[in-house]
């Protein structure tokens, strides 16, 4: 034998390698026998902790090692200790930041116009809320704190997406709570749909309107609004779903699944259809477009803005980094970003569609799996409502 060191470290890393491969075998095994997900469906472990802390510097969290990009977006995370607020004393509060990115950004005037109106107004994150007189929507009382908050967006004139979602998945239930998150039914250029929406809110109470522009762009005030409220009215919810009102949830799996995660999951939940190779579109004119003199670099890991769920009480905490995580257009994306300035991961699981074939609405066995698929129209969803209903035994 000319080299018998060479066979001891060869037998040594070897046994080495074997243990590891051991070690992650029964801890694994253990974690599903202890927490058997609903047919087997829990997604695969992640190495990260699971539970939230927020870093005095956010560039390493958010990814920012390497040379710094001149970017805006890459450039202001840099420099970023917390977003002005309206009532800031720096001069111009929250309007100074959209300006100083207007007089900042070279290329500005070349940018789409929705992202311009974005840019302009994205450190302003506070607008009353719109209440209708007669209407109200009750806080989360201490006797009946619900398991999971349906929390939709939807759009003052999307009243069939709203009434389908009623109907059928949103129903009421125990220990379920039903919220549409809507921008101002004023909009820009009417038709004034005060009167209607004001009849709504009164009826169903279940309708938290505040004073902004309803655009998709504005979509992130939605979370960040609602994030405050849970904070005033619902502090001990355990799960909110966050939806768009064209998503059908299948609500008795999804419940099925929640219940049966690992507390320490379920402690730091962000569950959904994760992308964790997405990259800004650079087609100029196409949807999603994102100049690269804005923002340089891959997107975070995130789920789908269709629909995903995270743990009630992460709303502090996904507050206190939105502060300081510098403003973002896509409203899923920027939640990846804040998720992970708290160092926590988003979980995927396969039940959660959200770019479904409607076609596939006809195969009622496929349908016992499915947590949540987008988008539905109104009568889908209510043609799959029945047909889940009547889902035979042998599925
Ligand atoms: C923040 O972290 C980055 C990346 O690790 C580092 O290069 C930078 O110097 C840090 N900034 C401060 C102010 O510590
Ligand atoms: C979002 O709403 C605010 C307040 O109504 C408005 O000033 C802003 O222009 C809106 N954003 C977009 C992209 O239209």
Redesign the pocket.
Known sequence: MRCPKCLLCLSALLTLLGLKVYIEWTSESRLSKAYPGPRGTLSGPTSASTEPTLP?????RLG??GPLPSAYWNQQQ?RLRALPSENSAEAGGCQAWGAAAAAEIPDFTSYPEDLRRFLLSAACRSFPQWLPEGSQVASCSDTNVPFLLLAVKSEPGRFAERQAVRETWGRPAPGIRRLFLLGSPVGEGGPDLRSLVAWESRRYNDLLLWDFLDVPYNRTLKDLLLLTWLGHHCPEVNFVLQAQDDAFVHMPALLDHLQALPPTWARSLYLGEVFTQAKPLRKPGGPFYVPGSFFEGGYPAYASGGGYVIAGRLAPWLLQAAARVAPFPFDDVYTGLCFRALGLVPRTHPGFLTAWPADRTTDPCTLRDLLLVRPLSPQDSIRLWRQLQELQPQC
């Open positions: 005095a510097n956010l560039s390493a920012q090692t840099w």
